[in-house]
């Protein structure tokens, strides 16, 4: 692990090291309602904010989106902003083409407004390394991202996905699948430790969703998960905790590691 393992450092949030990070999602509808997630969320203690863009009702108007983003950095100082636009086919909820995607993504690492960028693999090979390079002249961190709402891949599987994100260029790889069953959440958790002890050259997430995996969320530090999701106001994925409760049950499980 050691010598391959870098982290990563945004607006002084060490990613990649220590107790996982926390990145709570905001998923207001219209912008009366985003703000009033983004303002409760300014007695939360959490680490990233995560911009689930796709909920926008004003998501294909630019303009709107990049005043809204404006807003939410104003309020949240120096707080990291990640933007996700999730497509339908991976949970989201707005039906978006290829070019809207990588139009929207592409418009909004051009306005600085945000420090990350969420990009789903399955795009394309050739789109996603063509965003990391945009998104690197800009200074803004890529997180590839996969989801499977049905079921959990294999070990091998997971493990060939989270490979491939790093290889085409990204800086964290993030995967979410659905347990069927507890053995599928034994699964993912030993892809993400064999990820972290053999292979990762980047900070990871993954997480096995629903109630039945929600220990995958909190239990990152021992398997190799550096970012985990949690639920302020509104959840945005089954099996996500309440941000408080999280970030006790981080720093229990980090002390006792220490
Ligand atoms: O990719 C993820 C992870 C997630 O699906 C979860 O299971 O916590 C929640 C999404 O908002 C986020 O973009």
């Known amino acids: 692990m050691g010598d391959r393992m870098t982290t990563i450092t945004v607006n002084d949030l060490e990613i990649g090291a220590g107790a996982p990070k926390i990145i709570v999602p905001v998923v207001g509808k219209t912008y009366a309602a985003l703000l009033e997630e983004v303002h409760f969320l300014q007695n939360i203690d959490f680490d990233i904010l995560e911009w689930r863009v796709d909920h926008f009702q004003d998501v294909a108007d630019i303009e709107q989106v990049k005043q809204a983003a404006s807003q939410i950095?104003?309020?949240?100082?120096?707080?990291?902003?990640?933007?996700?636009?999730?497509?339908?086919?991976?949970?989201?909820?707005?039906?978006?083409?290829?070019?809207?995607?990588?139009?929207?993504?592409?418009?909004?690492?051009?306005?600085?407004?945000?420090?990350?960028?969420?990009?789903?693999l399955f795009i394309g090979d050739e789109q996603v390394k063509e965003v990391v390079r945009f998104a690197h002249q800009h200074q803004v961190i890529v997180i590839a991202s996969n989801h499977d709402f049905d079921k959990t891949p294999s070990q091998h599987e997971i493990v060939s996905r989270l490979c491939k994100m790093q290889d085409l260029g990204a800086d964290i790889a993030k995967i979410a699948v659905m347990p069927r069953s507890t053995s599928d959440v034994l699964t993912l958790l030993a892809a993400t430790a064999e990820m972290k002890e053999v292979h990762a050259k980047v900070p990871l997430i993954t997480m096995s969703m629903a109630a039945k995996g929600a220990i995958s969320r909190i239990a990152g530090e021992t398997f190799g998960s550096d970012l985990t999701f949690g639920a302020a106001k509104n959840a945005s994925a089954p099996g996500q905790l309440d941000v408080k409760d999280l970030r006790q049950m981080l720093n229990i499980l980090h002390q006792s590691l220490a």
Not at 106 to 113: K, N, P
Request: charged share 25%.
């Open 73 to 120: 950095k104003a309020i949240m100082h120096d707080k990291p902003i990640l933007m996700t636009f999730r497509t339908a086919n991976e949970g989201g909820v707005y039906p978006a083409t290829t070019e809207f995607y990588l139009n929207l993504n592409r418009q909004m690492i051009a306005s600085r407004l945000i420090d990350l960028v969420d990009i789903e």
